[in-house]
RNA sequence: GGGAGUUUAGCUCAGUUGGUAGAGUACCUGCCUUACAAGCAGAGGGUCAUAGGUUCGAGUCCUAUAACUCCCACCA
């Protein structure tokens, strides 16, 4: 009935049939229970790696067994394409620069380049047996997004959640952006810590001052020492003089200036850090400004001007070395906030920008994150220890080009803020004007030529998921949503924002469970990137060469939430699983055909394997609720190698010879056969759709009438089993085994012919079993007597 | 410095509510058994990181410690 096994040709059979037949799509009429799961969007930046497939394969292992547990599964999927890495992503593959091209230009370029790398992308998940339904698909730039994100940004408007203010921001002097604290990176950069005079005001003492960014001088607004540094105090309230440039800054004090640090005094520029930032806020002290947004010297730096920042400290340094000014150089190696996409150390500039309140509510984020359901459990402390430290609002202009555009307008005789109207959302207002005047009656506006951070579109995927604003009623069934499968390493962005925002607009959760899966690591320490090409095995080769069943499988076996080495070592057992149960559902088929099942008196080892089966489904639906898919496969199979190795191997004697043992003894086998193969396949089927369809196609499909076996429902085989055929089954298999055992070790072939088995101690169901233990040991006559459990073995031979 | 995770067989990991230490893999031994040698059967292999404590009984609960990993903070 079935041959041999291609996955080459199976595979992409199926896919192809999957998509035609719809088997997994979403009916939005169907009375069931929705099951809902908010699929991360890929970012667009050229390469999908083996931990994208491993994250999406666990979140799919859930999606397959709720359709199966009769759930009404909504399984979107989207696609990330606006933003910064789709601008890198074009620059790099067209050779050009953003902001030498006109915005159409670029954009289009940008379009170009998306829709190739979503095709590609699509065509990889289809690949891998992702059963999302693509009629349900979005992505960030289509007219559809952009709109419900600028109706999100004008809901927090009117709801006084986001507003418009010059503050400080962190810029990337690199990407020439301002980011969100979000987007920072913590990295050990090797630095100079450089001891500098700053000559008293009207004496020859100088005051020693530690610094790693001399080429500030110029910024420099005061000098900081600790109120209880006796070493300084004759100082504060006197003037000191920066080197190289000569003007004068007063010593103050504060509490933030670490004794212990450098010298004890700071030198406060504006801005060098966050530090500098809180002093200028608490002291008001003036701001200057040595950088510019291109990160070059302003000509506040005098002779430096133009120069990049390190070329700038080089120079500088060179100079206060000629002018004796540098007292010692120490070499250190500090953290560094970074750009995480370029790993420029950031700046703060002060720039008028939006903002979405986040500092003033952060209590209620924590409850928010409390209410969903962290899987694991301790995921959720990554979440609140994050909320806990953010101490600024999110920053969501991005000064970019491709992205959902700020739908506002700035009145340019008042200054008043024009908001685009909803109902001409989406709007571009570099392309549009304001559908009415200014209320000072002006009608001449500025556009805002910024773009949304891609975060305050990703943030809202619920919604983009749940149609907001476009069907009110599937709004409310859908939200919030059942599921967010995501890796650890966007609880802080996406997992964030997406609670942030759906408690501003709606009040409510986004999701009811948030599943959490690990990184696949390159090695021990070492995560997979792109730049360093660590990765040993591409997507598309995992999947070519070990089969999407295969890498699926891989898939499974992780914790959740831990990260896993990659290793192809680990292919193996399922490269075996896969073989095996081809193997083994065509040996059980080939005594099915022509096969009407019908209940059948069964024999006790029929009704253990049925019962055992049972049992085991038990196990698995309990791990499964805990979205514990690694423990629930590892569940599985133990049950399948004990099928094939203890219950078939029993079972085949009677379905090869009827004329000994009798056509109900066949028929009995049969239907355990038939039953427990069917309903595994199933359970199998959420891990490896491609194999399982192909046996279901071959034969099940006639029986159920159900196109697909992944439109099939798990559930238990309905066969009453006496309370204790378990544990009698069990000791069976013990006999069995300890035959094994014996043959084994006399170094025996397991067919050779037990002359007398003396079962001793072993409970009366052994009797009733009896055909089915001399069958499978090759036992000629079996005695039995009382006593401790054992049994006694007699060879002819021997 | 703050938060979290991990530590069980050579390796990768299970171990539910406390009750005689488990699987796979590797190694070793045997078996061509009327599905599968990509198979089958079997053997050896563990002070459950360390030290205390609770308990009749601790891999499991409590307290400390150590090592490794991750997240956050740390830019003078």
């Known amino acids: 009935m079935l041959d041999k096994y291609n996955f080459r040709e199976s595979e992409p059979k199926w896919e192809k049939f999957w998509q035609e037949n719809n088997v997994n799509s979403f009916d939005k009429n169907s009375k069931k229970e929705i099951f809902s799961i908010d699929t991360p969007p890929p970012t667009v930046s050229g390469k999908i790696h083996i931990g994208h497939i491993f994250s999406y394969s666990q979140a799919d292992f859930v999606a397959r067994y709720k359709r199966m547990r009769g759930y009404n599964v909504l399984y979107p999927f989207g696609f990330d394409d606006n933003g910064l890495p789709t601008e890198r ?72 959640h986001a507003y418009y203010g010059e503050k400080p921001a962190i810029w990337c002097p690199e990407c020439q952006v301002s980011i969100a604290q979000a987007e920072l990176e913590s990295k050990d950069i090797a630095s100079t810590f450089n001891h500098i005079k700053f000559y008293i005001s009207g004496s020859k003492d100088y005051l020693e001052i530690a610094t790693t960014r001399p080429e500030l001088l110029s910024a ?54 966050e530090t500098d930032l809180y002093w200028q806020q608490k002291y008001n002290l003036p701001i200057k400004e040595a950088i510019s947004d291109g990160g070059r010297m302003t000509s506040l730096a005098g002779k430096y001007e133009g120069l990049k920042i390190k070329k700038a400290r080089e120079e500088i340094i060179a100079d206060l070395k000629l002018n004796d000014l540098l007292i010692s150089q120490e070499e250190i190696v500090h953290a560094v906030a970074t750009h995480e996409r370029c790993g420029t150390p950031m700046e703060i500039k002060i720039k008028k920008q939006w903002f979405i309140s986040l500092v003033d509510n952060k209590k209620l984020f924590l409850e928010n994150g409390e209410k969903i359901n962290w899987y694991p459990n301790f995921m959720y402390s990554r979440y609140s220890n994050w909320v806990d430290n953010v101490d600024r609002d999110w920053c969501v202009s991005r000064q970019r080009y491709f992205g959902v555009p700020i739908p506002v307008w700035y009145c340019s005789k008042c200054g008043k803020i024009i908001l685009a109207d909803e109902k001409d959302l989406p709007v571009n ?132 939430g831990r990260d896993i080495v990659f290793s192809e070592e680990e292919f193996k057992n399922g490269a075996k699983l896969v073989n095996k149960i081809w193997n083994a559902s065509k040996f059980v088929l080939s005594f099915l055909e022509n096969y009407e099942p019908k209940q059948t008196k069964l024999l006790p080892m029929d009704e253990w394997i049925i019962a055992k089966f049972n049992q085991m489904q038990k196990y698995f639906i309990d791990y499964f609720e805990k979205y514990e898919i690694g423990l629930a496969m590892a569940e599985l199979e133990r049950f399948f190698w004990n099928f094939c190795d203890n219950y078939i191997e029993i079972a085949k004697n009677r379905l090869y010879k009827p004329e000994i043992y009798g056509e109900s003894a066949k028929e009995s086998a049969q239907f355990a056969c038939f039953v427990v193969l069917k309903e595994m396949l199933k359970m199998f089927a959420i891990y490896l759709p491609h194999i399982t369809e192909e046996i279901y196609q ?32 069990d000791e069976v298999c013990d006999i069995v085994s300890k035959i094994r055992r014996y043959k084994s070790e006399n170094n025996l072939s397991l067919k050779e012919e037990i002359e007398l088995l003396t079962i001793q101690g072993y409970s009366n169901f052994v009797k009733r079993v009896e055909y089915d233990i001399k069958a499978v040991g090759n036992v000629k006559e079996i005695k039995y007597q009382d006593g401790d459990k054992n049994i006694d073995i007699k060879m002819l031979n021997k």
Request: net charge negative; glycine share 4%.
């Open 698 to 729: 071959n034969y099940f499909v006639r029986f159920e009438n159900i196109k697909s076996i992944h439109n099939t429902e798990i559930s238990a085989i309905a066969v009453k089993t006496p309370e204790e055929i378990i544990s009698n089954g």
């Open 429 to 560: 207002p570099l392309t549009t004007k304001p559908s009415k005047t200014c209320e000072c009656g002006s009608t001449d506006f500025i556009p805002e030529s910024d773009v949304f951070d891609t975060w305050q579109t990703s943030s809202i995927t619920p919604q983009i998921n749940a149609m907001w604003g476009e069907d009110d009623e599937m709004y409310k069934k859908i939200m919030p949503m059942s599921l967010r499968p995501n890796a650890h390493d966007i609880i802080r962005t996406w997992d964030f924002y997406t609670i942030a925002k759906s408690y501003y607009h709606s009040n409510c959760l986004p999701w009811k469970n948030v599943m959490v899966s690990g990184f696949v690591m390159a090695d021990k320490n070492e995560k997979i990137s792109k730049s360093k090409s660590n990765s040993k095995m591409s997507p598309e080769m995992l999947l070519n060469e070990k089969s999407a069943d295969v890498t699926r499988y891989w898939a499974s076996t992780g914790s959740l």
């Open 220 to 273: 420099c607004v005061c000098v900081f020492v600790n109120p209880d540094d006796k070493r300084y105090a004759h100082l504060v309230g006197k003037k000191v003089i920066v080197p190289l440039y000569d003007f004068e800054v007063p010593v103050l004090t504060d509490e933030k200036a670490d004794i212990e640090k450098g010298t004890g005094a700071v030198m406060c520029c504006t801005f060098g850090d």
């Open 89 to 160: 992503l074009v620059e790099k593959e067209y050779g050009v620069k953003a902001h030498e091209l006109s915005r159409e230009e670029f954009q289009e370029m940008c379009m170009n380049t998306v829709e190739k790398y979503e095709k590609e992308f699509k065509e990889l998940f289809i690949r891998d047996g992702i059963s999302a339904d693509w009629a349900h698909s979005y992505n960030t730039i289509s007219k559809r997004v952009q709109k419900l994100s600028q109706k999100s940004f004008l809901d927090l408007v009117k709801k006084g």
